[in-house]
Structure formats: structure tokens, C-alpha cells
């Protein structure tokens, strides 16, 4: 599921996804809240003043059926800042996703608290509209209506807010990415700028947090990925700025690339300029197990001796985007490709930015490997191999 995925850097480890802290509402308050209760005459003179529900923004995942054929929904609703209007945008998937995932988008008209309505693509570039879907409500925890194809086909669809299964295994997390700033100035006079301009005098820092939303959040395991708190966070930046020469520096996420089965992936990106001619660059990924909260690393996700062949294959795809130049990216001189490796809904994703390969390749390498090609290589009891053979997709086992 293509949702965002850039190039991404993971500092760290945990760095932009530690703390526990959560300020949201829970889920079954929210559920509670939705259950229509029937007026009395005494409930009417004791009723409370109503309280205004707060926003519905960030990342929503749904499970329902379309046409009676089941399906995954994450939507991500973004709420009018600035110039820019609320909209909602994200994809879906039937049954185990294994023919890939069609792209939600809301139109121009959307408005938050109006009945929700999507326009579903194949083809978000080349604007190949599959559908559309009409709400009866406006968006929040059920969604109902009618899905029609461009041709006028119609049939019904029921979605709920769902992100367990039946055995109260976490499946997915929501949550919504924070980007905020600061800035101080030089720590260091040598480190300003030659023509001592105003700009010069001031260092900047942006920072993005994974804040996770909901009751999910009170689980010991996701309580690592959580952001920490705002006075953290703010007195965290400010001793970044205070003891650390740079000018201007960006740490961010660049989405959530994949978000079901239990796995989180995270993609994010460095910037930073300390004086000189060149800013610096770096991408990647990590996975995260939600069942404990911690990184998967390459040593967990592969067999025993089996980077080596691990990092030919990212070789292949790296020379095969370099065309006919036939430029080996990767080199012997690399590191290994842990944190660069992340997951889609059907392959693994690897990023690279022009300071991670030994070429400088401007803009950077972003490089989808199908799963069928790295099962070989994977551990039988890690958390990517048990997703797979929950979806049917290890060893090519057929799944009903």
C-alpha cells in the first residue's frame, strides 16, 4: 500500500518515537458516545451540557465489506490550516491484499461534518477514477452507504473503526505525525555563515513525532512508540539548538508505509547544514513489532547468513535504476542496508538518499522488492515471516 512512502531516516533508533504519553480520548468512550440513548423525562431535566467532540483527524483504519466482499480501509483525514482545505485521503484493499490496494481521495467540496464522499483511483498519476463512494454520515467511527463504478453499477458498503482482532492482538495503530520547530541561536560564532547575514545568526530545527491516538496507546508495548510529551519535546529541541553546531537542521517523517498484521513501518529523512557548500542527506526505514514495540532489525528479519545474499539483490535493483550507466551504489565500502529496509503491503521497500550511496545520486534511489523474492531469505519465526503466512504469501502456500 504506496501511502506517502518517500525516502526516510531513522535517528537513533527510537529517537523520534520514544515517551508515553497520551492526550486523546479512548476508543471505548468514544463508542459509548456514539450509542444513541433513549430521552426520558428525568434524563432530559439532569442532561449534562452537550460537549463539543474533538476533531476527527489522523490516520483511521476500517474493516467492513463492500458488495458483501471484505475490506481494509486506512483513511487519514487533515484538518483546513492555513490556505490549505481538510481533506481525507488513503487507499483499501479486499481480502488479504494480495492483488494490491486503490487509492481514496476526497474531492474539492469535502467538509468536515458533512456526509463523507471519496473518489476511489487505480491510477492516482494518470487520474484513472475505479469509483465512488457516498457516506450516509459524516465521518467517524462506522461509515455506511453506496459504492458505485463508473459505469453506474451500485452496492452497498459497512465499515467500522477496527484495530484488534478477535483476540485482542494489535493489527494497526492510529495515529497522526506532529511536525514542529524551533530555533536559537549559533552555538558556535566560527560556524556562521561568511557574509555574517541575519540568517546567519539563527539556527533552525524541525522535528516530526509519531503521536499515537486512542485508547491503543495505554498497551506497556505501545507506550515506546509514543512521542513524548509537548514540554518534552520542546525542551529536548532546545538543548539540540544549544549544543550542537548546526544551521539549520530537519529530522522528519515521510509517512507510514505499511500499518496492518501487527507491523508499523516508518519512513523518515535527515537534512542538515553546518556551514559549507553542501547540505547533508540521508533516507530510510524501520519496521516496528506492535506486539512489543520494538524495531525489527535486519539481524531478526533474515536467515543466518543470508545479508550477503540480502545485499546482491538490493545490488541488482540499485544498478538496475541506475540504467545504463550500470553504477554500483551500493559498493563494497557501504555499510550494511539496515535501516534503509522497510515494508509495503506487497514488497519490501528500501530507501536511499544521495548521501547514502557512494555516488551521491541526486534525489535519491526509493527501490520495491516483491516479498516472493526475499522469503528465501527471511527467518521462519520472524514477525514479517508470520505475516506473510498469515496472507498466504509464504512459500507461495495458498490461502482461501
Known sequence: MRMGSQAGWVIGGLALLAGCQSDTKSTAAELTAAVPVPATRASQRA??????????????????????????VGL???????REPASCQGSYYYGYGKRGALALESNAAYRPGQPLTLTELSDPEKRTITGQWQASQPAGLVLSGTWASPGGQQLPFALREEYQDARHRQLAVRYE???EDAEGPLPQPESRLADRSADAEL????????HLLGSDTLCPALRRLQCPSPAQRRAERRAYLRDTPVQEETEGITGITFNEYGLLSVGTYQTGYSGGAHFSHSAGNTIYDLATGAPVTLAQLLRPGAEAQFRALVRQYLQAEAGSRHEDWLGADQPAVAGHVGLELNSLLLTFEEDDLRNRVVGGVEIFMPYAEIVPLLRPDSPVARMLRERGLWRGQPKQ
Do not use: C, D, N
Not at 474533538?54 to 466482499?69: A, I, N
Not at 539556527?203 to 509519531?210: F, G, K, M, P, V
Open 47 to 72: 442532561a449534562p451540557p452537550r460537549v463539543a467532540s474533538p476533531p476527527f483527524s489522523g490516520y483511521h483504519r476500517y474493516r467492513g465489506t463492500v458488495g458483501g466482499q471484505p475490506i481494509t
Open 76 to 82: 487519514t483525514f487533515k484538518l483546513a490550516r492555513g
Open 177 to 179: 505525525i506532529l511536525t
Open 203 to 210: 539556527a533552525t530545527l524541525e522535528r516530526s513525532y509519531l
